[in-house]
């Protein structure tokens, strides 16, 4: 009685392709994950950060493509044999859905290659700011892309977005000039590299110095000596000098050093011994440009400049180096018998006729004349 019951009722015809499509969504799936856990896997063991990078950023979305396209044939053949408005919107929302989930996944591997190089530190091919930048460019390359085709699978013209859009932006450009100039300012950063994050700047037309902390689209924050951020608006770098010690090659050594007037005698043997000590000390690079010169006669001093380049850049490791100069220095001088001159004046004030003379000097007077 059962069995002639369930013979008389009507299985919808589109009842089992459905339940097949779904079936074989899961089955995908499955296989999809237990491969790529598989890649990822291999591709830690051989220490290629990059592939598993990739695969992982990409697996979300990818499931989710999977069980959108098998879903999608599955309903295809219900709309089909019942013909269930529902249904039909379900497809228009599935090319929708496809666009989303393709733009995710670019967005994905962008951003999971961006975090993997920013955790490479020993990478050095590219610096932080450029990887930043470069990763920004591409998701908004994606995003506004996938924002018209989206807006088209929706029902809106093309042509007529794409016009309002460059009327729109022509207003916007108008009414926010100094945004732009702060985004072409941080894009001339990005591409000519003056600096980049955690290198020392400094500006002799503004009263900007200290470490680079963050470059963005809009304003580069630089952390002061003083440890006060400092947020400058990116146009200001199209219109000053910036100077970046942090890519010097050696720091300079130039110190004045004074002589009294009667040592002039030992000046050609103080600099004499001060050039061989220079040529000789290792922590003067040699191969840069080293002087020892008297330069002027100053006000009360011979004046000798010394003039090298350190070979360390560190500004710590640079102070001791001028400290050893500048103590053997010292030591030079007085192994000569000489000394470093400090200010003095000599008053010479002229006796005129008509003032009396004193006792000392008629005194000294009489006995020449005797």
Not at 54 to 83: A, D, H, K, N, T
Request: net charge positive; with cysteine.
């Amino acid at each position: 009685m059962d069995i002639q019951y369930l013979d008389s009722i009507d299985m919808p015809e589109w009842l089992v392709p459905s339940l097949v499509a779904v079936i074989a969504t899961a089955i995908v799936r499955a296989f999809t994950g237990w491969l790529s856990r598989r890649w990822i896997a291999r591709a830690e063991n051989k220490t290629n950060v990059w592939c598993g990078t990739l695969l992982v950023g990409s697996q979300r979305p990818l499931y989710l493509l999977i069980w959108v396209i098998g879903l999608s044939w599955s309903v295809e053949f219900i709309w089909e044999g019942s013909r269930n408005v529902l249904f039909q919107h379900f497809l228009s929302l599935r090319d929708l859905l496809v666009i989303i989930l393709f733009c995710w996944i670019f967005i994905a591997l962008v951003q999971s290659l961006e975090q993997r190089y920013i955790q490479l530190e020993h990478k050095k091919k590219l610096d932080l700011t450029s990887v930043v930048a470069l990763g920004r460019l591409v998701r908004v390359a994606v995003i506004i892309p996938g924002v018209l085709f989206a807006m088209q699978v929706m029902g809106y013209s093309l042509s007529g977005i794409l016009a309002f859009g460059g009327l729109g932006g022509l207003a916007v450009g108008f009414a926010a000039k100094d945004m732009l100039a702060n985004f072409l300012g941080g894009w001339m950063i990005y591409v000519d590299k003056p600096f980049r994050v955690g290198d020392w700047i400094s500006s002799p037309d503004r009263k900007i110095e200290g470490t680079v902390e963050y470059v963005g689209w809009r304003r580069t924050c630089i952390m002061t000596f003083a440890s006060r951020p400092l947020y400058v608006p990116n146009s200001t770098f199209m219109n000053i000098s910036v100077e970046n010690p942090s890519r010097m090659q050696n720091r300079r050594i130039k110190q004045v050093v004074g002589l009294r007037y009667c040592d002039s005698d030992q000046v050609d043997p103080i600099l004499e011994d001060l050039r061989s000590f220079l040529r000789r000390h290792e922590d003067i690079d040699q191969n840069k440009i080293i002087m020892v010169n008297f330069i002027r006669f100053g006000p009360s001093s011979l004046d000798c400049q010394i003039y090298c380049f350190t070979k360390t850049k560190d500004w710590v490791t640079y102070l001791l180096v001028q400290e050893k100069v500048l103590l053997e220095t010292v030591r030079i001088v007085h192994s000569h018998g000489a000394d470093i001159a400090f200010p003095t004046r000599t008053l010479d004030v002229p006796r005129t006729e008509s003032e009396p003379q004193s006792a000392t000097t008629r005194a000294r007077a009489a006995m020449e004349t005797a």
